[in-house]
């Protein structure tokens, strides 16, 4: 789709749209399928892998200090 | 400051009236060039396509130029000027000697250009106007890159790697406005992309003249 | 705990808006549908590596004034965070782009910006290798990053302004309308950056340690053999 004609059919689109917009469910979203329970799920996946992450920079923070301390003293 | 500035200028104006290497040199490149473009273009009909050759030729012929204004200074001449000018003067007046030297190339590369591929300009002042701020807003970006690029030691692909990215915004706005003033709009309606250039001009030199004291001190 | 409290910040503010970017209500919006929550995630990306440009620039202009190798190291490290970022903003924002607009990429105003900062970093990456006199090399490079980051502004600021873009919201004017930031999404959008941006100088602080930490041996290393000679 060229450039210049997306806004104007966009526009277009949106303008139709907005005509049902009392009901809410003009706009395909995810409801159905993810207010059944399954939305938690990804929210737990991907929670669970950012704790993963989150755990291992804690551990490198914790490396380097250690390191930087007995560098530190090393100095001394 | 503007007395070592004008002389430095002339050092360098003189300099090149005298042995005119650069200035040739880059013009056979140009005609070179153009003369492959004709070759394998002929004539070019879409307005589109002769910008952006024309444009593209041009770009590649600053590197080459601009590229070279502080690497022909060798290091004792160097520690001379150090000794005379103030920082600022040395870089205005590169600037300004790559700018001059640009807009001849510019100017010729327009007749030369035209001459084999085509003409498509309808208001000559307008497009005129978009060359020499654009090739000017080379100049500028590609002195104060060379004076970067000419203190480490493979100068001629760090020069294009360093210059490339940060000519593009330049290029862009060049290549807006002279389309625009191709398609026959007045210098007018045309004000915002010519006011960026001017601006970007004045900003590149600006940032030039406060950060060459750095690039200068060994 | 006292000095670490922006680290938990950092996580607790990332954690929170990747739950509440999955669970919040979002605005509809045709074309994009459920997509937009990657508001939350992409565009936090850029926002989080305009802020390592800016802290790498700072560190630069310090550098200069100064001329402490350890300053030029933390304006190094900013920049390579800032390179991260860019990066995953750069896919992201590709594979985005291919379920709404159809194509990993188009000619549009913002992705040039984006391709043209990362080429103007990794030039400045390359600048820094070809130069071998550590102080050369920070001066040097320290020099281009303040003259590329001005140039770069100047791409991302303005031309967006003057052209059209596929970017919702844009079309003029590059800032967010309120086409597509809802008040909702602000709640999680703001806290989001944040978080990233903590995020991101934790990691550069742990590597700044392990450069330092390097220093220290070679100067070590360098003052023992020294010794035995």
């Known amino acids: 789709m060229e450039k210049r004609l997306f806004r104007p059919i966009a526009l277009i689109l949106a303008v139709m749209l907005s005509v049902g917009a009392k009901a809410q469910n003009e706009v395909a979203m995810a409801d159905v399928m993810r207010e059944n329970g399954k939305i938690y799920v990804v929210v737990a996946v991907v929670a669970i892998i950012f704790a993963g992450i989150v755990v291992y920079l804690i551990s490198i923070d914790r490396k380097t200090n250690r390191l930087q301390k007995q560098v530190d003293e090393l100095k001394k | ?218 | ?229």
Not at chain 2, 78 to 107: D, E, G, H, R
Not at chain 2, 189 to 214: D, K, S, W
């Open chain 3, 1 to 229: 705990m006292k000095k670490n409290w922006w680290k938990v910040l950092a996580i607790v503010l990332i954690l929170y808006s990747l739950i509440a970017g999955f669970l919040g209500d979002v605005p509809r919006r045709d074309i994009l549908n459920e997509s937009i929550r990657n508001l939350y995630f992409h565009v936090a990306m850029w926002f989080a590596m305009i802020a390592m440009m800016g802290a790498s620039l700072g560190y630069s202009i310090k550098y200069l004034s100064g001329n402490h190798l350890n300053i030029d190291a933390r304006a190094n490290l900013f920049a390579e965070m800032g390179l991260v970022f860019s990066i995953l903003g750069i896919t992201t924002g590709s594979i985005w782009a291919k379920f709404t607009w159809g194509a990993f990429w188009t000619n549009d105003a913002k992705l040039n910006g984006t391709a043209i900062t990362i080429l103007i970093y990794l030039a400045y990456f390359i600048l820094r290798g070809s130069l071998d006199d550590r102080e050369k090399r920070a001066r040097i490079s320290a020099v281009y990053n303040v003259f590329a980051f001005v140039l770069m502004i100047v791409f991302i600021g303005i031309l967006p302004r003057l052209t059209d873009s596929l970017h919702p919201g844009n079309g003029g004017n590059p800032a967010f309308s309120q086409y597509d930031l809802d008040t909702n999404m602000r709640w999680v959008f703001y806290p989001a950056v944040v978080g990233w941006i903590l995020f991101g100088i934790w990691v550069s602080g742990i590597r700044y340690r392990l450069y330092s930490i390097k220093e220290s041996l070679d100067q070590w290393r360098n003052d023992s053999s020294d010794q035995l000679h």
């Open chain 2, 1 to 218: 400051m503007v007395k070592q500035l004008v002389a430095l200028l002339r050092k360098d104006v003189l300099l090149e009236f005298r042995q005119r290497y650069a200035l040739f040199s880059i013009l056979l490149y140009v005609v070179a060039t153009v003369y492959i473009s004709y070759l394998i273009f002929s004539n070019i009909k879409d307005v589109r396509t002769w910008n952006a050759l024309f444009w593209i030729i041009l770009i590649f012929a600053s590197i080459n130029s601009a590229g070279k204004s502080f690497s022909n200074e060798s290091e004792n001449r160097f520690w001379y000027y150090y000794q005379l000018a103030s920082p600022q003067a040395v870089i205005l007046s590169k600037i300004v000697y790559n700018t001059l030297l640009i807009w001849i190339i510019s100017l010729i590369t327009y007749i030369i250009y035209s001459w084999f591929l085509g003409n498509h300009v309808t208001n000559h002042l307008h497009f005129l106007a978009v060359v020499l701020l654009g090739s000017a807003s080379f100049s500028g970006i590609l002195t104060v890159v060379s004076a970067i690029a000419v203190k480490t030691n493979n100068n001629a692909t760090l020069m294009s790697i360093l210059s490339i990215p940060l000519l593009l915004p330049a290029v862009i706005i060049i290549v807006k406005a002279s389309q625009l003033s191709l398609m026959g709009m007045s210098m007018a309606q045309n004000g915002a992309y010519l006011a960026g250039l001017l601006v970007l001009n004045l900003l590149v030199t600006a940032m030039g003249y406060l950060l060459f004291p750095y690039l200068w001190r060994e």
